[in-house]
């Protein structure tokens, strides 16, 4: 069973900036497609973003301020988010699938707060 670990979650102040990882107990590269996802309480679960290969997709409210990507020193892949807003808050998950699907994983998760 792999596991995903996110991490860099915490606290800002709105306008702040954050930069979440996300790593696997294997290698999170052997996924085809990573992506972030979020859930704030009380809505459902939505992407952030998503990459897999050459290609990355944002969802409307994070494009021009967040960025995926990979950080191939630490294995890992990232979340930079920028002009942090209050609705911003919610828990940020990674989710890393292969391409056909026969291996899908969820992260347990990491808390972002962001404080007006």
């Known amino acids: 069973q792999v596991q995903l670990v996110e991490s860099g979650g915490g606290l800002v102040q709105a306008g702040g900036s954050l930069r979440l990882s996300c790593t696997a107990s294997t290698n999170i590269f052997d996924f085809n497609v990573v992506a972030w996802y979020r859930q704030a309480p009380g809505k459902q679960r939505e992407t952030v973003a998503r990459?897999?290969?050459?290609?990355?997709e944002y969802n409307d409210f994070a494009e021009g301020r967040f960025t995926i990507g990979r950080d191939i020193a630490k294995k890992a892949i990232y979340l930079q988010m920028n002009s942090l807003k209050f609705e911003d808050t919610a828990i940020y998950y990674c989710?890393?699938?292969?391409?056909?699907?026969?291996?899908?994983?969820w992260g347990q998760g990491t808390q972002v707060t962001v404080s007006s």
């Open positions: 989710r890393a699938h292969t391409a056909n699907w026969e291996q899908a994983y």
């Open positions: 990459i897999s290969g050459a290609n990355v």
